[in-house]
């Protein structure tokens, strides 16, 4: 489990330690960098698979994501107990520097230590490493083999059309991606190969959305478009290639008997299908982001909806939740051992903390 995500010259972040557990729901003013945080363990979710210049690209390059005046590297770190003892798994980057730049190449590091570029691609070449290069990537691919999973993350944007679009799959084991897009046959293939889970996670969708009975599919036709590489006049040609596949659609069954499409269901009840199914479904993710959790929700249903996932987890004991809110009504829902605050105080550095560690629970939120 993971114990702590610290931050240092990442965005609004100059040096801070969040605390974790199981479930922890952050909260704060605006523009205290509470999605930083998610944004962060996202990146180190998926630095043990991805090569760091892809990491640090698009909305997430260098410098734009180093402290404003930092002249320290950047530093994010992931700190738990994984295996038999204690690990930590990181990302650094020098700052003012960016991946073009020969000494300012970003690294992924464990306990620590940087990690070689061939030891996170298994299909590297490594036929120009020797002596004891070749000997460290050998020990390092076998580490980086055993922490990718437990470092793994799924950051949840959901997007209301995206989770009611039908989707088709091609991998033998379909994941839902963050923002709700193959969400039908995630659950398709839950109910397929495991009904009594399924009808847990039926019952969990209930306790959130009282009126809310049952969840089937139809099969649908739907346009599929994907990328090829073609051979035009002895050049290779990237064209798109439409084809008509069949899809998985949800159906929604609701008190009043009446079934209806996923399209046609409130963005409440659909967010809250996504984030459940993306801890009752395989394969899960060992550490669940949710930015905005009372999203689209009633206040009692906010408070239902932390039962639910608490139950949730119960059942995925390998699971971690980390969210983030400004709902009072969701705040008030949470263990003491579940909340956190992110502040800052007259422009200064941001500060996070347990709710255990707040003097005045009562007012933690303001």
């Known amino acids: 489990m993971i114990d702590s995500v610290t931050l240092q010259n990442f965005k609004a972040h100059r040096d801070t330690r969040v605390p974790l557990g199981r479930m922890t729901v952050l909260v704060g003013q605006n523009a205290v960098g509470k999605t930083s945080v998610l944004q962060a363990m996202s990146l180190l979710g998926r630095c043990l698979s991805s090569p760091t210049t892809e990491l640090f690209a698009g909305r997430f390059a260098l410098p734009g994501v180093v402290h404003q005046g930092a002249t320290d590297p950047l530093l994010i770190e992931l700190d738990g107990t994984h295996g038999t003892g204690r690990r930590r798994v990181g990302l650094r980057a020098p700052a003012g520097r960016t991946p073009s730049d020969a000494a300012g190449v970003p690294a992924t590091l464990i306990d620590g230590d940087p990690v070689l570029p061939e030891s996170i691609d298994p299909g590297a070449d490594t036929s120009q490493l020797s002596g004891h290069t070749l000997l460290l990537c050998g020990i390092q691919r076998r580490e980086v083999a055993a922490l990718r999973p437990q470092v793994e993350s799924l950051l949840l944007r959901l997007d209301e059309a995206r989770l009611a679009e039908p989707s088709y799959v091609e991998d033998e084991h379909p994941r839902m991606q963050g923002d709700g897009f193959g969400l039908a046959t995630v659950l398709s293939e839950l109910k397929r190969?495991?009904?009594?889970?399924?009808?847990?996670?039926?019952?969990a969708v209930q306790e959130v959305v009282p009126t809310f009975r049952s969840l089937g599919f139809k099969r649908t036709i739907v346009q599929s478009t994907v990328p090829r590489v073609m051979s035009v006049d002895g050049q290779r040609v990237l064209v798109n290639e439409s084809n008509r596949v069949v899809a998985d659609e949800i159906l929604l069954t609701?008190?009043?008997a009446a079934t209806l499409p996923a399209s046609a269901a409130s963005e409440g009840t659909l967010v809250t299908i996504g984030m459940l199914a993306a801890i009752y479904a395989e394969p899960r993710p060992r550490v669940l982001l949710v930015d905005d959790i009372d999203r689209a929700?009633?206040?009692?249903?906010?408070?239902s909806l932390i039962e639910a996932l608490r139950r949730a987890l119960e059942v995925a004991p390998d699971v971690q939740v980390v969210a983030t809110t400004h709902s009072p009504y969701l705040v008030d829902a949470l263990a003491a051992e579940e909340g956190g605050r992110a502040r800052t105080v007259h422009g200064g550095p941001v500060r996070a903390m347990r709710l255990t560690s707040t003097p005045r629970a009562v007012t933690w939120s303001r």
């Open 193 to 203: 190969t495991d009904t009594a889970r399924f009808q847990a996670f039926e019952r």
């Open 254 to 256: 609701f008190a009043d």
């Open 297 to 303: 929700l009633h206040p009692f249903a906010q408070r």
